[in-house]
C-alpha cells in the first residue's frame, strides 16, 4: 500500500503562489497516475488536477486551470501541485491522491474516491 505525505501548505495573499509536494513511498512510484482535490469548509472534497503515469497528459478542473499544473518526479517519487494567482476561494484542505491501478490515466475528475489512495492532507489558506 502506497503512503503519501503532503508538503508545502501554508497562507499566502491573494494573487501569490504556493507549491505543493507530495512524496510517494510502499510501491513504485513511476506505474501511477498521481492528482489532487481539495475541500473546502463545508463543500464536499473536489477535484483539481491529476497526471498520468507516465507524465504525458494531465487535467484540471475548470476552476484552477491556467493558474495551476501538476507535474511529478519519478526519480524522486514526487508529484507537485504549482498553484499561481491563487484567489480566497482556493482556500481547502488539499489532498494527494493516487491511483490504485497500475498505468491509468489522469481523467480523474469523476473519479470514485474509493479507486483512490489518499494522503492525510495540507492546509492553503488565501487571504484577500
Known amino acids: 500500500q502506497v503512503q503519501l505525505v503532503e508538503s508545502g501548505g501554508g497562507l499566502v495573499q491573494a494573487g501569490g503562489s504556493l507549491r505543493l509536494s507530495c512524496a510517494a513511498s510502499?510501491?513504485?512510484?513511476?506505474?501511477?497516475?498521481m492528482g489532487w482535490f481539495r475541500q473546502a469548509p463545508g463543500k464536499e472534497r473536489e477535484f483539481v488536477a491529476a497526471?498520468?503515469?507516465?507524465?504525458?497528459?494531465?487535467d484540471y478542473a475548470g476552476s484552477v486551470k491556467g493558474r495551476f499544473a501538476v507535474s511529478r518526479d519519478n526519480a524522486k517519487n514526487t508529484v507537485y501541485l504549482q498553484m499561481n494567482s491563487l484567489k480566497p476561494e482556493d482556500t481547502a484542505v488539499y489532498y494527494c491522491?493516487?491511483?490504485?491501478?497500475?498505468?491509468?490515466?489522469?481523467?480523474?475528475?469523476?473519479?470514485?474516491?474509493?479507486?483512490?489512495?489518499w494522503g492525510q492532507g495540507t492546509q492553503v489558506t488565501v487571504s484577500s
Open positions: 491522491a493516487a491511483d490504485k491501478v497500475a498505468f491509468g490515466g489522469s481523467r480523474w475528475s469523476s473519479r470514485p474516491s474509493q479507486t483512490l489512495e
Open positions: 497526471i498520468s503515469w507516465g507524465g504525458g497528459t494531465t
Open positions: 510502499g510501491r513504485t512510484f513511476s506505474r501511477y497516475a
